[in-house]
C-alpha cells in the first residue's frame, strides 16, 4: 500500500494523530477543531504556561469555547507538550506560529525555521506537514522543504507530504470562525494537496479549495490581506480629503453603500492592526524586490496606513488649540487599545502608535478598554482604568476613540466631555453631537 493510500485510509479511520505548533489564536482553536473531529491531537508550544493551561483545561483564547475545551481534555483528545519529541508519535502537523516583521520590516520567519528544524528532527515516514502561518510565496518549498529533507533524511513526496493551507483567522467573529471557515490547501505534488485536503474536509464545514502548489496557497493569504490594506488605505486617504472639503466620509460611505454591486465598504481609521493586515503587504514588497518589481500602489497604500496614527495626534492637536490648550501637558483619555472591537487582542493596535505619537507631544495619557486592563509595548506596560465614569471623562481634555467597543456608554462619554475626536464613527447612534468630531 503506498504513503497516499495509508494516510487516506487512517484519515478515514480517525486513526491520524494530528500535531498543532503554536497554540495562539490560530493554533489553539485550530488543534481544538481536530481534537473535536474524533482526531487525537497533541500541542505543542515554547510557553510552559500555555502548555499548562490547555493541560488543564483552561482556555485562554476568545474563539474557543471554555466547555469544549475542558471536555476535549479531560477526555484524552487534546493534550500539549513543551517537547517536540513527541512530534515523532504524530502522523500530522500544522505549524501555526507568528510571523512577525523585525526592526528593518522585513519578514521574521526566525519561528518558522526553528519550528521546521524541530519537526525534522523526529518526522517519521509516511507523515504530513503543513504550515499554517503567514509568509511570502516560495516559504513552503524554498525554506521548509530542505530543511525537513536535510533534517530528517527523508525525501518529500516519497517518505512524507508538505504543503501550505493558509489560517483565516477573524477574532471576534460570530458568523465565521474556524470551524466554518473555507480552507485553502497547495500541496508540494498533487498526493499531497489530496491528502491534506481530505483531512481539513473531515475536520471542518466550510469548503475546502485544493490550489495547484502551496505558491498559489501562499500568494492567496497575500492577497486577501493586501486587498484590505489597499482599500482601507484609499478609504483613510479620502477621509484627509474629506475633512480639508469638510465632507463627512461616513455619510459618504453609507451613501456608496446602497449601490448593490461594484462596490464593497472600507473604513477609516486611526491605523490598522492585527496580524495579517499591517504586516502581509511587507511580506509582499519583499520578496517582490527579489524580482526587481516594486509594488507601487501596495506601498502608497502602506504608507497611507502607517500615518494614521500620527495624523490622529496632529487633529487631535487642532482640537485643543480651539480651547487654547496645546498637546504639551494635555489630559488625553483614549477610549480602546483593541485593534478592533470587542476582543481584546491588541497584536498591531493602532491605538497603541497613537498613545506612542501623544506622548511624543508631551500629553498626558490615561486609557480604558472594557476587554484590555494592561498592555505591554517595547517592554513597558500601561495599565488602563478599572471603571469609565463621568468624573473620569471630564477630567480630561480630549477624549479618542481608537476602537469602537459597543461595551461603552457613548451617552455618557458624550454628556461629559469637554471634546470627542471620534476616529471610529463609534457615537454614530448618540444624538447631541456638538462636542464630537468625526475623523
Same mark, same amino acid.
Given at each position: 500500500?503506498?504513503?497516499?493510500?495509508?494516510?487516506?485510509?487512517?484519515?478515514?479511520? *480517525?486513526?491520524?494523530?494530528?500535531?498543532?505548533?503554536?497554540?495562539?489564536?490560530?493554533?489553539?482553536?485550530?488543534?481544538?477543531?481536530?481534537?473535536?473531529?474524533?482526531?487525537?491531537?497533541?500541542?505543542?508550544?515554547?510557553?510552559?504556561?500555555?502548555?499548562?493551561?490547555?493541560?488543564?483545561?483552561?482556555?485562554?483564547? =476568545?474563539?474557543?469555547?471554555?466547555?469544549?475545551?475542558?471536555?476535549?481534555?479531560?477526555?484524552?483528545?487534546?493534550?500539549?507538550?513543551?517537547?517536540?519529541?513527541?512530534?515523532?508519535?504524530?502522523?500530522?502537523?500544522?505549524?501555526?506560529? $507568528?510571523?512577525?516583521?523585525?526592526?528593518?520590516?522585513?519578514?521574521?520567519?526566525?519561528?518558522?525555521?526553528?519550528?521546521?528544524?524541530?519537526?525534522?528532527?523526529?518526522? *517519521?515516514?509516511?507523515?504530513?506537514?503543513?504550515?499554517?502561518?503567514?509568509?511570502?510565496?516560495?516559504?513552503?518549498?524554498?525554506?521548509?522543504?530542505?530543511?525537513?529533507?536535510?533534517?530528517?533524511?527523508?525525501?518529500? =513526496?516519497?517518505?512524507?507530504?508538505?504543503?501550505?493551507?493558509?489560517?483565516?483567522?477573524?477574532?471576534?467573529?460570530?458568523?465565521?470562525?474556524?470551524?466554518?471557515?473555507?480552507?485553502?490547501?497547495?500541496?508540494?505534488?498533487?498526493?499531497?494537496?489530496?491528502?491534506?485536503?481530505?483531512?481539513?474536509?473531515?475536520?471542518?464545514?466550510?469548503?475546502?479549495?485544493?490550489?495547484?502548489?502551496? /505558491?498559489?496557497?501562499?500568494?492567496?493569504?497575500?492577497?486577501?490581506?493586501?486587498?484590505?490594506?489597499?482599500?482601507? =488605505?484609499?478609504?483613510?486617504?479620502? !477621509?484627509?480629503?474629506?475633512?480639508?472639503?469638510?465632507?463627512?466620509?461616513?455619510?459618504?460611505?453609507?451613501?456608496?453603500?446602497? *449601490?448593490?454591486?461594484?462596490?464593497?465598504?472600507?473604513?477609516?481609521?486611526?491605523?490598522?492592526?492585527?496580524?495579517?493586515?499591517?504586516?502581509?503587504?511587507?511580506?509582499?514588497?519583499?520578496?517582490?524586490?527579489?524580482?526587481?518589481?516594486?509594488?507601487?500602489?501596495?506601498?502608497?497604500?502602506?504608507?497611507?496606513?502607517?500615518?494614521?496614527?500620527?495624523? %490622529?495626534?496632529?487633529?487631535?492637536?487642532?482640537?485643543?488649540?480651539?480651547?487654547?490648550?496645546?498637546?504639551?501637558?494635555?489630559?488625553?483619555?483614549?477610549?480602546?487599545?483593541?485593534?478592533?472591537?470587542?476582543?481584546?487582542?491588541?497584536?498591531?493596535?493602532?491605538?497603541?502608535?497613537?498613545?506612542?505619537?501623544?506622548?511624543? %507631544?508631551?500629553?498626558?495619557?490615561? #486609557?480604558?478598554? $472594557?476587554?484590555?486592563?494592561?498592555?505591554?509595548?517595547?517592554?513597558? %506596560?500601561? %495599565? =488602563?482604568?478599572?471603571?469609565?465614569?463621568?468624573?473620569?471623562?471630564?477630567?480630561?481634555?480630549?477624549?479618542?476613540?481608537?476602537?469602537?467597543?459597543?461595551?461603552?456608554?457613548?451617552?455618557?462619554?458624550?454628556?461629559? !466631555?469637554?471634546?470627542? #475626536?471620534?476616529?471610529?464613527?463609534?457615537?454614530?447612534?448618540?444624538?447631541? /453631537?456638538?462636542?464630537?468630531?468625526?475623523?
Amino acid at each position: 500500500m503506498s504513503i497516499k493510500e495509508l494516510l487516506l485510509n487512517k484519515i478515514a479511520g *480517525k486513526e491520524i494523530i494530528v500535531g498543532v505548533v503554536g497554540l495562539g489564536y490560530v493554533g489553539l482553536p485550530l488543534a481544538v477543531e481536530k481534537a473535536k473531529a474524533g482526531y487525537k491531537t497533541i500541542g505543542f508550544d515554547i510557553q510552559p504556561q500555555k502548555v499548562d493551561m490547555v493541560n488543564q483545561g483552561i482556555n485562554y483564547i =476568545g474563539d474557543v469555547v471554555d466547555a469544549e475545551l475542558s471536555e476535549l481534555v479531560a477526555g484524552g483528545m487534546l493534550s500539549a507538550t513543551i517537547d517536540f519529541s513527541f512530534i515523532k508519535d504524530v502522523d500530522f502537523v500544522a505549524i501555526a506560529v $507568528p510571523t512577525p516583521l523585525d526592526q528593518y520590516q522585513q519578514p521574521d520567519i526566525s519561528y518558522v525555521r526553528s519550528s521546521t528544524m524541530e519537526i525534522a528532527r523526529y518526522i *517519521k515516514r509516511g507523515s504530513i506537514v503543513v504550515l499554517e502561518s503567514t509568509t511570502y510565496p516560495g516559504t513552503t518549498e524554498e525554506l521548509l522543504l530542505p530543511l525537513l529533507e536535510e533534517g530528517s533524511g527523508l525525501k518529500c =513526496g516519497e517518505d512524507f507530504y508538505l504543503g501550505f493551507s493558509p489560517e483565516r483567522v477573524d477574532p471576534g467573529n460570530r458568523i465565521y470562525q474556524t470551524k466554518n471557515t473555507p480552507k485553502v490547501v497547495g500541496g508540494a505534488g498533487r498526493d499531497a494537496t489530496e491528502v491534506i485536503a481530505a483531512l481539513y474536509r473531515n475536520v471542518l464545514e466550510g469548503e475546502v479549495f485544493e490550489a495547484s502548489s502551496p /505558491r498559489v496557497a501562499e500568494m492567496e493569504k497575500i492577497l486577501e490581506n493586501t486587498y484590505r490594506n489597499v482599500n482601507i =488605505g484609499l478609504i483613510n486617504e479620502l !477621509a484627509i480629503l474629506c475633512h480639508k472639503m469638510d465632507i463627512n466620509i461616513w455619510e459618504v460611505i453609507e451613501a456608496a453603500k446602497t *449601490k448593490p454591486f461594484g462596490f464593497t465598504p472600507f473604513y477609516p481609521g486611526p491605523g490598522l492592526g492585527g496580524h495579517c493586515i499591517p504586516l502581509d503587504p511587507y511580506y509582499l514588497s519583499w520578496k517582490a524586490r527579489e524580482y526587481g518589481f516594486h509594488t507601487s500602489m501596495i506601498e502608497a497604500s502602506m504608507m497611507i496606513n502607517d500615518k494614521m496614527p500620527e495624523y %490622529t495626534v496632529e487633529r487631535a492637536g487642532k482640537i485643543l488649540n480651539r480651547f487654547k490648550k496645546a498637546l504639551n501637558g494635555a489630559q488625553i483619555l483614549i477610549l480602546g487599545v483593541a485593534y478592533k472591537q470587542d476582543i481584546d487582542d491588541y497584536r498591531e493596535s493602532p491605538a497603541i502608535r497613537v498613545i506612542e505619537e501623544f506622548h511624543k %507631544t508631551g500629553a498626558e495619557i490615561e #486609557f480604558y478598554d $472594557p476587554y484590555i486592563k494592561e498592555f505591554k509595548d517595547k517592554g513597558k %506596560t500601561m %495599565t =488602563g482604568l478599572t471603571e469609565l465614569t463621568a468624573e473620569k471623562i471630564h477630567s480630561a481634555d480630549l477624549v479618542v476613540i481608537t476602537t469602537a467597543h459597543t461595551k461603552v456608554d457613548y451617552d455618557l462619554v458624550q454628556q461629559n !466631555a469637554k471634546a470627542v #475626536f471620534d476616529t471610529k464613527n463609534a457615537m454614530k447612534n448618540v444624538k447631541n /453631537r456638538e462636542n464630537v468630531e468625526l475623523l
